[in-house]
């Protein structure tokens, strides 16, 4: 009796314009699926030239030229892979197309959209999650944790994360909140805690150089800028407390993934009313699923299971491939 060759792993590509804030949560997905079945990843970004990227994806499908390898399932995340999915629909209709956000296109363009419960998003081939897909797991923690062991020793425990994003379409990270931050930071030292502090691409310019004047001034302060090795997931498995800005979502979501307390850092809202609008209900949504409140001063947090939405999409991500095949 010969012995069945085992079956070769789906080709899974990852699709984005390769910002990494973006192509991580489509990456996160892909790399929770291949927890559950055999899968090759491989990452395409979408280049478009910038009146093309301006287009609507409908215009920018009959417009641009893709060049997309051969792939079984193809997960898109940001407006410019909405376009290239559409376009791997059209040209070879047995590739399994997910598009993780809301589209803000018809969700039947795709075999299966993930979206953020806060979104809204309808539809029968729609999967909602609270927040996004993040590629945090606890080896991811654990190794990268390990990898920057050197620097964290230096730093006394209790410590505490300082995530730190910026400009939103909803948000903006004005004087007043910068100065909130500084003022948490500095009742977390004053408190004993060490310091684990990262700005984004998108903090402006005025509040970066304050971080950078307030670790220079201050022992026990590792600050991240974007320079050299990121620490992003080191700071997340070293600090006791996390806390977290809440212009984003997949910040907010992968601080929750740790299990650890987690508290949020005001900014100032762009909408007219001065409301957080649809962001409330996923606040409310981590408040009631992870504890997650306004910081004002505490320095712990009931306990919870981690938050590991990633997972629990990838089961029924695989539970539609297979009904579809």
């Not at 060759?5 to 390769?18: E, H, K, M, N």
């Not at 009959?62 to 997309?68: G, I, K, P, Q, V």
């Not at 100032?268 to 962001?279: E, I, P, Q, R, W």
Request: one cysteine or more; hydrophobic letters at 40%; charged letters at 20%.
């Amino acid at each position: 009796m010969t012995a069945q060759a085992a079956p070769q792993p789906l080709r899974c590509l990852v699709i984005s314009d390769g910002r990494r804030g973006i192509e991580n949560q489509a990456l996160g997905l892909a790399e929770s699926l291949a927890l559950l079945r055999p899968l090759t990843l491989r990452t395409h970004h979408i280049n478009h030239a910038k009146p093309l990227t301006a287009l609507p994806p409908k215009a920018q499908l009959r417009l641009a030229s893709f060049d997309l390898p051969a792939c079984d399932i193809a997960i898109g995340c940001g407006r410019q892979a909405i376009a290239a999915l559409m376009h791997l629909k059209r040209k070879r209709p047995d590739v399994f197309t997910a598009y993780v956000q809301d589209p803000r296109v018809a969700v039947d363009n795709f075999d299966l959209v993930i979206a953020p419960e806060h979104d809204g998003v309808q539809g029968a081939n729609v999967i909602s999650m609270i927040g996004s897909p993040n590629r945090v797991t606890d080896n991811k923690i654990i190794g990268e944790t390990l990898n920057f062991a050197e620097g964290l020793s230096t730093l006394p425990m209790p410590r505490a994360a300082l995530l730190i994003g910026g400009a939103s379409k909803t948000h903006i990270l004005d004087q007043d909140s910068h100065v909130s931050h500084l003022s948490a930071a500095e009742t977390l030292r004053a408190a004993g805690q060490s310091l684990l502090i990262t700005t984004s691409r998108r903090t402006p310019d005025f509040a970066a150089l304050a971080w950078k004047q307030f670790a220079s001034d201050h022992p026990n302060v590792w600050l991240h800028t974007g320079e050299g090795p990121n620490p992003y997931f080191a700071f997340l498995g070293g600090a006791d407390l996390i806390l977290v800005t809440e212009d984003s979502t997949n910040m907010l979501t992968e601080a929750c993934a740790t299990g650890k307390p987690v508290s949020r850092l005001p900014m100032a809202s762009k909408l007219k009313d001065g409301s957080h609008g649809k962001f409330q209900t996923l606040y409310d949504a981590l408040k009631t699923r992870c504890g997650v409140v306004t910081y004002a001063g505490q320095s712990n947090g009931s306990d919870y299971e981690p938050l590991n939405e990633t997972a629990r999409v990838a089961g029924l991500f695989w539970e539609r491939y297979g009904a579809r095949s």
